[in-house]
């Protein structure tokens, strides 16, 4: 099954790993983090409404699930500006948020990719949550699942979500990719 990883950081990015019958496996990076912001409750609508405001262009994932996310989801929680992400998931409104879009949006990339084999969370933003024993997972899966979609349910209650523990995963990847192609 098709796998999706997820690198949460000064951005997002978003990839799909396929495995393909004899072949070498293929990898499709792709600009995820671009996609607009699903908003599931009328609070997700206003903070995206708000963002929109300060971008001047329509929410994105990477607006609201990322190091630079952070700063605007204080922002538009706070209407006061934050410099560091870690300050601003001292927020309780933030810190929330963060998850409850993060699951949306795992939630998202795993049916567009349909990458129910895995997916796997990367990232400094991640990387840190998970040092300091933060990570929201219930959060996570309760925007995962959403309210009367059954059938997609069950899939997500059987769907593996993995937290990359090599800080260097997109480095080693790029290295990889350069070698075999040179």
Known sequence: QHKALIGIGTGL????????????PLIRPS????????????????I??????YTL???IFENVVSGSGLLYLY??????????PEEALNNENVYRLFHEFLGVFIHQATLYG???GGVYLTGGVMDSLVKDDRLDIKTISRFLKLPGVDIINEFFDALPVYQVQNSYITLQGLHEKFVSDH
């Open 114 to 116: 349909d990458s129910f």
């Open 48 to 53: 995206c409404e708000k963002i929109r405001k």
């Open 13 to 24: 990015g978003l990839s799909y790993f396929y495995e393909t019958p004899g072949k070498k």
């Open 31 to 46: 600009c995820g983090g671009h996609m607009v912001a699903a908003c599931v409750t009328r609070e997700h609508f206003e």
């Open 57 to 59: 262009k329509p929410t």
């Open 75 to 84: 922002q538009a929680v706070t209407d006061k500006v934050c410099r560091h």
